[in-house]
């Protein structure tokens, strides 16, 4: 079993939906969360982290966080077609000193 | 202009040649990283750095090799030895900074295909 599952979709919205994409993990040590964005043939980004539990907002996009069941979401509002993309979720424990752990990804399409 | 560069972007190759992918950061991060990428799988960790002259292997390093003769450097070799290696490699940095955030920067990829 892998430490993070997602699943890779691939997801197809209407311009203008509420995406949910979302992460489990199994490593109860994992603090920060993260979520990067992939365009076609380029390399990921970093979209948004949260630490520890929580919620984190930056405009249309926000981070959910839930150590008890150890499930993170990326929830997009008023997507764009700008937004097809695929999206990695990422951990890594407390120690910047870590590899990150990632996900398979989950890839997006937002239809004009 | 700060960043990683990866070069060359796509890559042939005869079977059985090794083959170096370069990777070069001017960001001055202690850290870099080599991902491989296949279609449904996600990242995975080939090779990390964490200082010069040292690396780690990650979850696939069999049939690759990587040095780190200087910070801003970190080449991955594709050797003969890997069964499959017809991917998209990605080539990460970051700050090492204790107890924070592990933000990771990547580079633009190299699509390597093996003829």
């Known amino acids: 079993q892998r430490e993070v599952e997602q699943d890779p979709g691939p997801l197809s919205v209407p311009e203008g939906a509420i995406v949910s994409l979302n992460c489990t993990y199994s490593?109860?040590?994992?603090?920060?969360f993260m979520w990067y964005r992939q365009y076609s043939r380029k390399g990921p980004e970093l979209l948004m982290y949260?630490?520890?539990?929580g919620n984190k907002e930056d405009g249309r996009f926000t981070a959910q966080v839930d150590k008890s069941s150890k499930y993170i979401s990326l929830f997009i509002r008023d997507s764009q077609p700008s937004d097809s993309a695929t999206y990695l979720c990422?951990?890594?424990?407390?120690?910047?000193?870590?590899?990150?752990?990632f996900g398979k990804g989950t890839r997006l399409s937002v239809i004009a | 202009d700060g960043g990683i560069t990866q070069s060359p972007k796509y890559l042939f190759r005869k079977e059985g040649q090794n083959v170096t992918l370069s990777c070069e950061q001017n960001?001055?991060?202690?850290?870099m990283y080599w991902y491989r990428q296949d279609p449904g799988q996600g990242l995975r960790l080939i090779y990390y750095?964490?200082?010069?002259?040292?690396?780690q292997k990650g979850d696939i390093a069999e049939g690759y090799s990587v040095s780190r003769e200087k910070k801003e450097s970190f080449p991955l070799t594709v050797t003969s030895a890997q069964k499959n290696p017809t991917a998209f490699y990605l080539c990460?940095?970051?700050?090492?900074?204790?107890?924070?955030?592990?933000?990771?920067?990547f580079g633009p990829g190299t699509r390597l295909t093996v003829l």
């Open positions: 960001l001055n991060h202690d850290a």
């Open positions: 949260t630490y520890s539990s």
């Open positions: 990460a940095s970051s700050l090492l900074a204790g107890e924070v955030l592990n933000e990771q920067f």
């Open positions: 750095s964490q200082i010069v002259n040292d690396f």
């Open positions: 490593n109860s040590a994992f603090q920060y």
């Open positions: 990422a951990m890594s424990g407390d120690s910047g000193n870590t590899p990150l752990v």
